[in-house]
């Protein structure tokens, strides 16, 4: 993690003002090695054309304009582009910096990979033979597991990420124990599949074997990570974003309220940008500080304030937690985490 005091500072000045996009995903490429069960990208003609660097880095300066705090970046495989490392450099002068692997890419991108605050590294199961189902890839655990381990050794913020389905939500508590025993932090994701539509950028693929159809179990689990969050630290989603996934389950509601576009907003590989992948283009990057206060952008963020169309988790828990109040109860709920993450950097890092 590579927090300066001048990137504090310029980061709560951020996180700390209200009526700003403070969350950013930046799908950087649509190209991928895996051919995982629950993504429709490699099911999409990939295509190599892709932003440049250096339009890469106007972007980032123009989403640094209108007050982005948090980038996290994924594709496809974000580890696929050549300049990735230039890329994470600068990102990570700025914002917190999270980027994503599928497990392939990281023991050949370690250098790289230590200009990020986060990496999460993909894994489903303990269960090699399912995870490698799952991935479409064999060697996919133990390529996982391998990179965990490595980037853990070296001092890089490294986490799990799991998407939670049907396929292995009967594990997930073990796999939650298994992991934060051994002080790696999990971030969670939950099967989720893109409708018919114009959308920025092709996510989730409708697949019923791993639709979640024991609700009961999904709130139970919701309910068990609440409690383990009391004795453990590692387990990176908030109770309130768990309290909203148990109501989803149980009942169907929706306790919250969308804020793409307010809160959040997603770029695509060709830098443009939507409200969520979902949803279609609006604009290119490097425009948004001249038209974020504009009235087309207010017709669209009440369009998305209606719409239920989505379950992504990073949507609800962006949209849950918004402005200033948000922030701060993800920093309470998230504290311990904080603490014990300062406190492995210093162990690996300093203390020899
Ligand atoms: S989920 Fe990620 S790793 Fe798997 S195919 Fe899609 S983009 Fe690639
Ligand atoms: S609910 Fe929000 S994030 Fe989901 S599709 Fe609608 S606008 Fe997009």
């Known amino acids: ?74 594709g496809g495989n974000p580890l696929l582009r050549e300049d990735i490392d230039e890329i994470l450099t600068y990102a990570s002068q700025y914002f917190i910096t999270t980027i994503y692997d599928n497990g392939s ?12 605050d986060f990496v999460a590294i993909s894994l489903d199961t303990l269960d090699e033979k399912k995870n490698d189902y799952m ?41 939650t124990r298994n992991f934060t025993e051994k002080g790696v932090p999990i971030w969670y994701a939950l099967y989720s599949h893109d409708d018919i539509g114009g959308s920025l950028f092709t996510i989730g693929e409708k697949n019923d074997e791993l639709e979640i159809i024991d609700k009961k179990a999904m709130a139970k689990f919701c309910d068990t990570l609440m409690n383990m969050k009391k004795r453990r630290s590692g387990i990176f989603i908030t109770d309130k ?17 969308c804020r793409a576009l307010q809160n959040f ?19 290119k990057v490097a425009e948004l500080p001249k038209i974020w206060d504009s009235k087309r952008f207010d017709v669209l963020r009440a369009k998305y304030s209606a ?38 950097i210093y162990e690996t890092r300093y203390a020899h």
């Open 265 to 283: 907003l997603m770029v695509n590989h060709l830098g443009q940008v939507s409200g969520c992948h979902l949803h279609e283009p609006i604009a």
């Open 135 to 175: 991935r479409g890839v064999k060697g996919a655990w133990k390529k996982s597991m391998e990179a965990i381990e490595k980037l853990y050794e070296e001092g890089i913020s490294v986490g799990v990420a799991p998407t939670i389905s049907q396929l292995n939500i009967y594990e997930m508590e073990n796999f």
């Open 241 to 257: 974003t768990l309290m909203a996934l148990k109501q989803l389950f149980l009942t169907g509601e929706r306790v919250w309220k």
């Open 1 to 74: 993690m590579r927090i300066s005091s001048k990137k504090a500072l310029s980061l709560a000045r951020r996180f700390l003002t209200s009526n700003k996009p403070h969350h950013v995903q930046w799908f950087l490429t649509n190209r991928c090695n895996y051919r995982c069960r629950s993504c429709g990208v490699w099911r999409e003609k990939q295509k190599s054309v892709e932003v440049s660097v250096e339009e890469v880095k106007a972007g980032l300066d123009a989403l640094k304009k209108i007050g982005v705090a948090e980038i996290v970046f994924s």
């Open 105 to 116: 890419m990281a023991l050949n991108k370690i250098d790289a990979l230590r200009n990020a």
């Open 307 to 344: 719409c239920e169309r989505c379950t992504y988790v990073c949507y609800l828990f962006y949209s849950i937690h918004s402005g200033i109040a948000g922030n701060l109860a993800i920093v309470r709920d998230q504290f311990k985490n904080a603490k014990s993450l300062i406190s492995r």
